[in-house]
């Protein structure tokens, strides 16, 4: 059986009642999981809601990013196809993309604009194409005076000089997994919500700024560096879709009890095809560098005549070592109910130290239980 | 002749180094200064590292052929030094500062270099990479500083090399995420 998921919101799956249900249901339904759908959010891995695939449900449930379309059998799910369906077109030109951000920015038309300023490429391209439609964007980033942040520092003062209203937040006091207790409420585990603290902090700045719109660079990595070999013609593979390249779970979760939306804008209508379209026939691309010379007459000198990989490893590093002790508080409530010896406090800290240490699928064993466990407190600090 | 300059850094908390002898990442509680007068050549890459914009970069190798002999000659050294390993750092070093000049600058090294097994884009054998460019290179005595540095977050480590105003190696896109703590020059 196929079930669309048409609008703009994750919505949730109920297999036993073989219908989409309300976000209040799924929550409800959520409470009573046992081990087998630990296990089953385990085996998913962390990406249920950016990445194409089949998965297993979560106490019955489903989460059905926006904009698709999946197919449901008794034991899995899986997310099929996007609903937008975008090709790829030999013919697109630079003017086709200026063309597209012009109609894609007459939807936000009256609204007060802003964009996350991380001093990277990409969130620098969505600047310039606002700055390009006479659109003075809001500037909100965050800022370090460390010496691992020098690159991204210059980039920001630059954009700084370029708008009328910015500011930049320290770095240091919005490390990753901070306040991990105050996470909102949510139907399924997600790694987004890791980073609650960093998201709630922009998106109470934006309110206090009244930016509407809030854009950011997510999405580069991927229509810029990713390997692209499509047939003319043929529909764009559904990892470009918008739930895969955008922070969706954030928008919703966080953003919209601030009043402000959260969206990315590289990722937007067909901008994915487009670029790739130009792109294509392209090898893997790590720095970026068809985008720093096709947008050079645009961007500073630092970005089209330089690329370097900025590593976010402080960031996550250090967030997991200052949270460590929230962390075996949060594990306590979760190990004391399904006694999962993953879930042990003392192992979920030590392991939120020696995070550094780990190898790539250790890290994300780590992650996932580490969703779980906060999704666990969310739900029983709100009594459900 | 070949020096190796501690750049010891103090987080406000901790001491950093790198050991001269094993070459590993050292934190200590001791405050450590830094007591060497830097020649101008180190100063010059070192405030380049702080201002990487300001570096030449060429996202691209110069290809070069080799003659058959010479290019067997540079896969012996290339064999040699990962025999050595991490574990003899400062027998690496010193082998680095022997032997035939196959490059006239270690840009063009590192280009060769970047197509011998061992050295694929992303392998984690920055220094041998660096220790190896360094020896064929005929610039970098004059031009060339090796740097060791450290994520400290982390404790993971990494080696490039400063010449000329220039990171001379194409590929390699992540050192400005290291903080240098040691240098070496020939």
Redesign the interface.
Known sequence: MIFKNESNRIIYYNVHSNKIISELEALNQASSITHEDYYNFISNGLNTLRRPGTYKYFNGLAAVPPQTLIKVDKANYHILENIPQHKINPNYSLTDLKNEIKFLLQKYEGKKIGVELSGGLDSSLVIEALLEFKIDPVLIGFSSDSFEFRTERIVQNYYKNKVSESILLKYEDNFAFDNLKETPIHPIPVSESHFFQRHKTVALTAKNMGVDILFSGEAGDQILSFPVDVSPNETIPCEYGYWCLAEHWSDQYVFENYGTQYISGLALGNIPSIILSLRNGHKWDPMKLWARNTFKHCLPRELSHFAYTAFHNSWIGTGLTQASDSIAEISEIAYAKYKIEALKPNTMKNSANAYSTFNEEKRKYFLSNLAFVTWYFALINKNL | MLRLHKIPYNDGQFSWEISLIKGSLMKSEHFQKNKELFSEKLNDALFLI????K?K?S?KPNFNSLELKNSKKIIDYNKFLFGLGNKNFFLSILYSTIGNKYFDTTEDAFSYISTLEHHEYGSENCFQRCLLAAKVSRSFKKFGVIFIGA??????MHAWIIENKTQPDFED?????Y?PLLAITF
């Not at chain 2, 702080?50 to 914009?53: D, G, L, R």
């Not at chain 2, 896109?173 to 995420?177: D, H």
């Open positions: 702080n201002n990487p914009y570096l970069w996202p994520e400290l977050s982390t404790f993971n896109r992540v050192w400005i995420n903080r």
